[in-house]
């Protein structure tokens, strides 16, 4: 696949980085961060998958 980005005045979208993992499991381990989302807050399980996620670049 190419790198997605697109930006804008207000609006700068990329592919994921090895160093956005903390940022990520800081929001999705947020009980109010995922307050009303559909999903559940993660928890040590899912923060190795975030990681690997991001690691491998989003794919």
Known sequence: MY???RHSPRLHLRELHPGDAEGLFA???DARATEHMSMQRAGLIEEGRIREHVRR???
């Open 3 to 5: 790198p997605i980005s």
């Open 27 to 29: 929001i999705y381990g």
């Open 57 to 59: 670049g989003g794919r």
